[in-house]
């Protein structure tokens, strides 16, 4: 109303005329903060790539272990893969995060032993993948740092690195061990909720049967010995 005439004066809209605005479902609302981008995953050619995605448990390990060592060292990849010490950097993730886009017959698989893990790798140019175990159901891949993107390692998966199997780390002194028990604790967060959810049927390494996509192939022992003699052990160079 206007005071000094006392005439009812028409008011100006305070709120626009389409409001209340229509109710969305915020799982699809695009006024959400976007989601992280997934890690890219690609062998050193390029003709394997695809993603991790960014939901779920990860750790990062650095393995000093003499099977792991002798893997990164058969696919030529040991000056490339291998710290000073003879360390390989993973990140533990569930299987069924993986997402393969392009070259994913390029994957091949081989096992230090009959009953080894299984090393994942590519045909193409031996990139060193990942390592997981032959039951589908425990699905969780160590993937090698070597096919993932190094300078969004930190971001992606944190900073926080354990450090295992010190003790065939090579040279002296021996780097400390650290984070294995937390290291534990997430490694029983991936297996066990991918098998409660039934993600582990979602792997792309393995087929409906429980299977491996490819046959892996088993090296020969003495192979296998003369890799691991890379490291200057006297028993395994006499």
């Avoid at 394997?48 to 990860?58: E, H, K, M, Y």
């Avoid at 299987?95 to 790798?121: I, N």
């Avoid at 993107?149 to 199997?165: E, I, T």
């Amino acid at each position: 109303m206007n005071v000094r005439s006392g005439r009812a004066l028409p008011l100006a809209p305070l709120l626009p005329p389409d409001y209340p605005p229509p109710l969305q479902n915020p799982l699809h609302s695009t006024n959400l903060t976007q989601a992280p981008p997934m890690h890219p995953i690609q062998c050193r050619c390029g003709a394997l790539r695809g993603a991790v995605t960014p939901d779920g448990t990860s750790n990062r390990v650095r393995c000093f272990c003499t099977d792991c060592r002798a893997f990164v060292r058969h696919l030529g990849q040991g000056e490339a893969g291998l710290d000073a010490q003879g360390g390989v950097g993973l990140v533990h993730v569930a299987q069924a995060r993986l997402r393969f886009t392009a070259g994913q017959e390029q994957l091949a698989a081989l096992r230090l032993s009959p009953r080894g893990m299984l090393r994942w790798h590519t045909r193409c140019c031996g990139t060193p993948v990942g390592s997981t175990l032959a039951d589908p159901k425990i699905s969780f891949i160590g993937l090698n740092e070597l096919a993932l993107d190094r300078g969004r390692l930190d971001a992606d998966f944190g900073a926080a690195v354990a450090q295992v199997n010190t003790d065939t780390a090579l040279g002296a002194p021996k780097p400390a061990g650290s984070g294995l028990f937390m290291t534990m604790v997430r490694g029983t967060v991936i297996i066990g909720g991918a098998r409660l959810s039934g993600a582990w049927r979602q792997s792309p390494l393995f087929d409906g049967a429980g299977a491996p996509v490819v046959p892996p192939v088993v090296l020969a022992k003495d192979e296998v010995a003369r890799l691991k003699g890379m490291d200057g052990a006297p028993a395994a160079s006499a």
